[in-house]
């Protein structure tokens, strides 16, 4: 039933692929597809049509089974006893050229060896075992020519330590060195001190004896100040003991002496790693890390040392400088911020930042005189005249060559028309720096205070000469003493204080006011000395207004630009007079 129906499944395939492969089922036929193809009822193994290869009746008989190697069927009808894969690949290995290891014979491997049970006896293997030996090869065991270690006669005799430190010997050479002592004319096995030499301490005793050699080696050079050398010999250090604290702290010694800070500061850090309780570490960071402009992690280092040990002075030092340094660091940025607010013309800005800054107390006092400095310069530009002068005086108590500072000072003292304080300090200015702008600017200013002072002087004679003392006496400018004196009696009794003492305030001052120019005038009248000087800067005094009245009305403009006019409105290419102090500040938009 079971070929019955596998034929009929057979069949209806065949006609169910040969209905889906017609070229005119699905598109019209095209007879150059079929070029080079057989059709799909042939077979290829046998070129018959009516079935394909893989249903061939005729290739059955020819194929051969790879598990019996018989041909008829092939391995899955295979009627005989399946062998392993392991099986067949020992087959395969069965050819003349393998030797077996066993029986020393050739033709096959152990696996296959047909005397593999005869072979067992210690007897039969001694015997196979001698047809190995060849006269080049060295025996490890007696160190003898002519057989191998398994062959040898003297195995049981060689035991002893005579006898196999006797052998060793043959191997000894001046040029090798033994890995375990580092010494030479020995290897490792024929050093008398083996026993002891292959103990784990002696290693990394005699290890750590030729790191503490080149330690002191690169002491030596230190000493010297070749720090190069002294470097290589502590890196052939750490090469042989990696672990050790010192080697990585004189290194670090090394690159400090060399200016080499990042380096120092490396090998400070591993030393610490490895030692946390390694002083001289933790102070050679703290030192790197100043010089590298990091104070606050030199401020760390430093706490750290006076943990371990609270009372170093070196820390102790080291600590105050770092946090002065820090301070000063601060003060810094925040001044640098505050000229970026000057320079943006924030100038409130700026001056918030350096108050600010002021009330920080450092210790550098060129750094607080600069600070005051540019205070002042915030100060004058936002209209604060006064507080930019003591801000400049402070800057100068602090450090009395600040140049700068004198010269800033200076002109508010001109611009508030104080030129006396103007002129000291351009004088001091130029005593420190002696340039034909700044002695411009101090001629300008002792002209400014000579003008001042001149006008001044021009007031405090007008007053006095606009007081006319005859007018006042109410005498003629001929009048004789007796006369003078009965006029002064007169008016001191109509003015006297004493007579006005029921009135107003005002009117009692006033009265004041005429008793003092009575008696001034007859002071200066009943004298004739006083009179006559009286009487001569009067006359020059009407006289000289006389004389300008009369200039003023006869002004000549060629002859004013020709030799230089009165008026400072007027200013000509050419010179001359009316050039006038401006009161600029050249430098203001400047800070430090």
């Known amino acids: 039933m079971s070929e019955k129906w596998y034929s009929l499944t057979i069949t209806v395939q065949l006609e169910l692929r040969n209905f889906m492969m017609a070229d005119d089922w699905f598109f019209q036929h095209d007879e150059s597809r079929d070029r ?35 041909e008829g069927h092939i391995s899955r009808d295979c ?62 065991n007696c160190y003898e020519l002519g057989h191998i270690s398994r062959n040898c006669p003297q195995k049981r005799n060689c035991d002893k330590k005579e006898d196999r430190e006797s052998s060793r010997k043959k191997t000894a050479s001046p040029e090798v060195e033994c890995y375990n002592c580092y010494e030479r004319s020995h290897v490792s096995r024929n050093r008398p001190q083996t026993q002891t030499c292959d103990k784990k301490e002696d290693i990394e005793s005699s290890i750590k004896r030729n790191a503490e050699e080149l330690k002191e080696r ?43 800070y990042t380096e120092a500061l490396g090998d400070a850090k591993e030393s610490v790693r490895i030692d946390p309780k390694f002083i001289k570490g933790y102070l050679r960071i703290a030192k790197c890390h ?33 946090t002065r340094q820090n301070v000063t660091n601060t003060v810094l940025a925040m001044k640098e911020e505050g000229n970026r607010s000057f ?86 200015v130029c005593q420190m720096d002696c340039t034909s702008e700044n002695k411009r600017l101090l001629e300008e200013a002792q002209s400014a205070l000579k003008k001042s002072r001149n006008k001044d002087s021009g007031k405090e004679s007008s007053k006095d000469n606009s007081k006319d003392y005859y007018k006042i006496l109410n ?72 004389r300008e009245n009369n200039a003023r009305d006869r002004y000549d403009p060629v002859f004013d630009f020709v030799f230089g006019g009165r008026r400072q409105s007027q200013h000509f290419p050419f010179g001359g007079g009316g050039s006038t102090y401006t009161g600029g500040f050249p430098t203001w938009e400047t800070q430090v």
Do not use: W
């Open 290 to 322: 100043m010089q590298l402009g990091d104070p606050t992690a030199a401020i760390i280092a430093y706490r750290k040392v006076l943990q371990l040990e609270p009372y170093n002075d070196e820390a102790e030092d080291g600590l105050q400088m770092a």
């Open 79 to 140: 009627t005989n006893k399946r062998r392993t894969k392991q099986d067949c690949y020992s087959r395969k290995n069965d050819s003349p050229g393998i030797e077996c290891y066993s029986c020393y014979e050739r033709g096959h491997i152990s696996r296959n060896c047909p005397q593999k049970r005869k072979c067992d006896k210690k007897e039969d293997r001694e015997s196979s075992r001698k047809k190995t030996d060849s006269s080049g090869i060295e025996c490890y």
């Open 36 to 70: 080079g193809r057989p059709t799909a009822k042939t077979c290829f193994r046998c070129g018959k049509e009516g079935h394909i290869a893989r249903h061939c009746p005729t290739c059955k008989d020819t194929r051969r089974c790879y598990n019996c190697s018989e």
């Open 218 to 260: 690169g002491n030596k050079y230190y000493q010297e100040k070749n720090y190069g050398e002294a470097i290589k010999c502590y890196a052939a250090a750490i090469k042989l003991s990696p672990n050790c604290s010192k080697y990585y702290g004189n290194r670090s010694a090394c690159y400090m002496k060399m200016n080499n």
């Open 343 to 428: 320079q943006a013309r924030n100038y409130k800005k700026a001056y918030t930042i350096y108050t600010e800054a002021l009330t920080i107390d450092v210790d550098d006092k060129i750094i607080k005189s600069q600070l005051f400095m540019n205070r002042g310069t915030a100060c004058k530009m936002i209209g604060k005249e006064n507080e930019a002068i003591a801000d400049f005086t402070k800057a100068i108590k602090l450090d009395d060559s600040y140049l700068k500072a004198y010269f800033r000072r200076a002109n508010c003292y001109m611009e508030m028309k104080k030129y006396q304080e103007a002129v000291n300090d351009y004088e001091k």
């Open 475 to 546: 005498v003629s400018r001929c009048a004789t003493d007796d006369e003078i004196k009965k006029a002064y009696k007169k008016k001191a009794l109509s003015h006297h204080p004493d007579r006005h003492s029921h009135v107003t305030v005002d009117v009692r001052k006033n009265e004041e006011i005429k008793f003092k120019e009575v008696g001034e005038a007859f002071a200066v009248l009943s004298c004739p000395t006083k009179r006559m000087q009286y009487n001569l800067q009067y006359d020059l005094e009407h006289s000289r207004d006389f």
